[in-house]
């Protein structure tokens, strides 16, 4: 068993900045990727960013140049700088982790989210 727990949601004006952190405990022999999505209300699911064990990164075109994914491989946690927030950064935004169990068998979990909120 995997767990996330996310900290770092709120509220924030526009132009402000949050820090998300994501961290994975459990039964973990490596993490392949973790990752950040939001869910809008009435709107699917998205990517917002990932993070791949060699480091690369991936954002969708909508937060390129004001988030920064990273991540402490050695405490198993991710991080996500939000700058620059606008209203339609709004959202549920869940932790996403993928890698592969001291069992042998692959995981791909998910946090429980935490709220943010871009408003004036």
């Known amino acids: 068993q995997v767990q996330l727990v996310e900290s770092g949601g709120g509220l924030v004006q526009p132009g402000g900045s949050l820090r998300l952190s994501c961290a994975a405990s459990?039964?973990?022999?490596?993490?392949?990727?973790m990752g950040w999505y939001r869910q809008a209300p009435g709107n699917q699911r998205e990517l917002v960013a990932v993070?791949?064990?060699?480091?690369?990164?991936n954002y969708a075109d909508s937060v390129k140049g004001r988030f920064t994914i990273s991540r402490d491989s050695a405490r198993n946690t991710v991080y996500l700088q939000m700058n620059s927030l606008k209203p339609e950064d709004t959202g549920v935004y869940y932790c996403?982790?993928?890698?592969?169990?001291?069992?042998?068998?692959?995981?791909?979990?998910w946090g429980q989210g935490t709220q943010v909120t871009v408003s004036s």
């Open positions: 459990g039964s973990i022999f490596s993490i392949n990727t």
């Open positions: 996403n982790a993928h890698g592969l169990g001291y069992l042998g068998t692959d995981f791909d979990t």
């Open positions: 993070i791949i064990s060699d480091g690369s990164t």
